[in-house]
């Protein structure tokens, strides 16, 4: 555990420098935080295709969450290399991406169930087909998703706020002002261009990869990190990682609940 102790000297010597890499809304202000677009002066604006840009082995953290899966893969190998790049030697890596094997087990159970004549799991079923694909496959943003979401009232609102976790509370303070302004103009026209389609397709929104536990380790594996392991939400190689409440709401619950974490440490 030499790569341990040297992270625990370092934190007892001076503060750890932590970044976290496409924060969106959800970052600590003592972190370095990067993302696409910025509304905060915390944020450091910067199209992260183009790599980190920050110095090579100038943090002890790196953390992104919800970023991996809207990278192309090749586009993905690039930027787990910068990740590793910018790591000090027994840094942590920690990742967070929609667990594609827990969201595959449930859509087979709601598939089953729909099937034996279960009524109550119908529009389970249709919320767990959207989660598999829509995010993919939209052309519009929002998609078939936020058409479910739009529905009033929300139809299985317990399972939906379940699947998603604290990030359903932040939905919930928008759904009134959507719903208000449901129209086909509020959410624009659907496409049928294919420069259109593809336009979209490249600014963010949608999905362009999926990972489990045994892919999302392969990759880590690939670019040099050992110690992998898979994590829980409030769960870290970091003994601290609770006192940043990035993945855990102030109540312990998890903000992305359909999330697969997991943690490497840079060789």
Known sequence: MEWYRRLWNNCKEQPLKCLNVGCGDRFHSSWVNIDFFSSNPSVLQHDLRQGIPMETESFDIVYHSHVLEHFTPEQAEFFMQECRRVLRVGGILRVAVPDLEQICRLYLRALENVEDGCQE?????????????????????????????????????????????????????????????????????????????????????????MYDRHSLRQLLERHGFVKIKRQEAAQSYLASWNEFQIDTDADGRAYKADSLYMEGIRT
């Not at 052309?139 to 359903?168: H, I, N």
């Not at 086909?184 to 999905?207: C, Y």
């Open 121 to 209: 799991w119908e529009k389970r079923y249709e919320w767990m087909t959207l989660e598999l694909l829509d995010q993919c496959v939209r052309t519009r943003s929002g998609g078939k998703m936020l058409e479910y979401l739009l529905e009033e009232p929300l139809p299985e609102e317990r399972f939906v706020a379940k699947r998603l976790g604290g990030y359903f509370d932040v939905l919930q303070r928008n759904l009134p002002a959507w719903r208000s302004n449901q129209s086909e103009n509020s959410r624009g026209p659907l496409m049928e261009d294919a420069a259109a389609i593809g336009q979209f397709r490249q600014a963010g929104e949608v999905h362009q990869w």
